[in-house]
């Protein structure tokens, strides 16, 4: 399985090289979307999780202990339909074309599964129709 | 041939055909323009952008005592207002912003709210607050008030838009090395993108190219609601470069357009902000097209593979007032998602909304073939080409050289 997860690490752990473990104990391949880690603040980091179910499953309850919480990304990232009008103006900066158009409707189409939370789109659209809760 | 006084009485028994700028593509296709002419009464178009050429007017009636905001200042949500007319009339302009906004003192910024956004907010019902401030005279003594206004407690509120419905625009490329922010959206440096701003085959002014039936006093879908054409729109042009059938293949015409603000609603009027550029309002517009003859029949079935636009390079060029086109391609190319120029494969973004268009073309075909919009007779054409409009430039004058 293939997951987008969010990872939030407390302030006291940035210095412990715990994702390196879900490699090394839990045979988890992983691919860092984005980060930011400050040592005076929480920190997080957006990452793509590959491995089996099982050790996924382990690796999350692994980075539990380490008081790390995580989720899948679908629940930060958010389109208000009410706002968004379909101009198009997003699909011009997002690079892994998860804001599409679909050229029969010329209506914009946005695939969570390709999103990589680098909030683009957010400050482009003209509507702010775009939303992402990260801290 | 067919008069609008043919089509409203067809309009008002339930009779017409009426049918989008989309379907009458196809209509034609299959019946070619004569049977088109003969079948159907009226086209609809549609086109929704941002179109910073847009405001609205107010008479915010008056405060007990008074207070001749005229000549003062006003803020609506902090937004500035025009205040240079009557003692409590104001205007608000889409593109005004805050006093205190940081605007792009930390480069791009982002122009949160502006009057595009009040009028959405206000249109929308909402309550704005309402600063105004003044210099006190005999008949208007007060010299401040803080309140709130809405659609119920003012008097008139009126959108009047001096630029809107653009008949065609530049498609905008980035030749510098650099990322830029502009009214036509991000773009990429070293022509990596290509932005379009029109709705092309459904777009009003580009189905009725030489402006037979769209003119002075035309009855139109503006923000919802229905407002008419005042006159035609600031920077009109109607002199540009145009193809053998006269389809402009340049921006070329505009229209000042009226309504009553009050019947408009939130759906058709979004206030928006341009990254690094301002604020602004996305304008919902329509225009209905009755097909008097073959050749408006001709003219409402040209497709986005007719319409032709200039790619225009806004990293050098533009903002120096180079006007040079680098090539042209055709709203087919651009609807695409991918252009090439020189032998280079550029992707192209819209700016305004295709699908919202249809909406609204869709809309007034409803209002249209239930009998609750009729169509009008331009009571004065707008200047054609040939005219003698021409587009002047501001210099930098010195009086003795006038």
Redesign the interface.
């Known amino acids: 399985m293939k997951k987008r997860m969010i990872l939030r690490f407390k302030r006291n752990t940035v210095d412990k090289p715990i994702v390196y473990r879900l490699v090394k104990d839990y045979d988890l391949i992983f691919n860092i979307l984005r980060a930011n880690f400050s040592p005076r603040a929480d920190s997080m980091m957006v990452m793509e999780i590959e491995g089996e179910e099982e050790n996924f499953r382990k690796g999350m309850e692994y980075l539990k202990t380490w008081n790390v919480d995580t989720e899948p990304i679908e629940q930060d990232i958010s389109r208000n339909e009410a706002r968004c009008v379909h101009c198009g103006v997003c699909t011009s900066v997002c690079t892994p074309e998860a804001l599409a158009i679909d050229r029969k409707t010329m209506k914009v189409i946005f695939n969570y599964e390709k999103c990589v939370a680098c909030e683009l789109c957010v400050k482009v659209c003209p509507v702010k129709a775009m939303n992402v809760f990260f801290d | 041939m067919k008069t609008i006084e043919e089509i409203n009485e067809k309009i008002k028994k339930g009779k017409v055909v009426v049918v989008t700028a989309e379907e009458m593509i196809e209509i034609t296709k299959e019946k070619g323009t004569k049977g088109a002419a003969q079948h159907v009464d009226v086209v609809t178009t549609g086109t929704?952008?941002?179109m910073c050429g847009s405001g609205m007017f107010m008479n915010l009636g008056h405060s007990k005592p008074r207070i001749k905001i005229g000549g003062g200042r006003c803020y609506l949500n902090d937004v500035p207002a025009y205040t240079g007319i009557a003692a409590v009339d104001i205007y608000i302009g889409a593109t005004a912003i805050p006093e205190d906004d940081p605007r792009n003192t930390v480069y791009p910024g982002?122009f949160?709210y502006g009057g595009g956004h009040v009028i959405e907010d206000f249109v929308s019902g909402k309550n704005i607050n309402l600063v105004a401030l003044s210099y006190g005279t005999d008949c208007y003594p007060r010299k401040k008030i803080e309140t709130f206004i809405n659609k119920d407690n003012v008097n008139e509120a009126y959108l009047y838009n001096p630029r809107n419905g653009y008949q065609n625009y530049n498609v905008a490329v980035n030749l510098s090395n650099r990322v830029i922010h502009t009214y036509m959206?991000?773009l990429?440096p070293n022509m990596n993108?290509a932005?379009y701003c029109s709705a092309g085959q459904l777009s009003p002014l580009l189905k009725d190219p030489l402006y037979r039936t769209i003119g002075i006093g035309t009855r139109i879908f503006l923000g919802g609601g229905i407002g008419y054409i005042a006159w035609y729109g600031t920077q009109h042009n109607p002199d540009v470069l145009r193809g053998p059938d006269g389809i402009p293949r340049a921006g070329a015409g505009t229209l000042a357009v009226i309504g009553d603000a009050k019947n408009m609603n939130g759906m058709f009027l979004?206030?928006?902000?341009?990254?690094g550029y301002g604020a602004?309002l996305?304008v919902g517009l329509g225009i209905p097209i009755p097909i008097l003859d073959e050749e408006m029949a001709y003219y409402t079935s040209r497709s986005d593979d007719d319409f032709w636009a200039q790619v225009v390079d806004y990293g050098i060029d533009y903002p120096d007032r180079v006007s040079k086109s680098l090539c042209e391609v055709t709203y087919g190319q651009l609807?695409?998602?991918t252009i090439t120029i020189n032998g280079k494969e550029i992707?192209t973004?819209?700016?305004?909304?295709?699908?919202?268009a249809?909406e609204i073309a869709t809309l007034l075909k409803n209002w249209i073939g239930e009998g609750q919009f009729l169509l009008t007779n331009p009571v004065q054409p707008l200047p054609g080409a040939g005219s003698g409009i021409k587009i002047n430039t501001l210099e930098e004058r010195i009086l003795e050289s006038i």
């Open positions: 929704f952008g941002p982002a949160k959206g991000v990429k993108s932005n979004k206030g928006a902000s341009f990254i602004t996305f609807k695409s998602g992707p973004f819209p700016i305004s909304s295709y699908s919202k249809l």
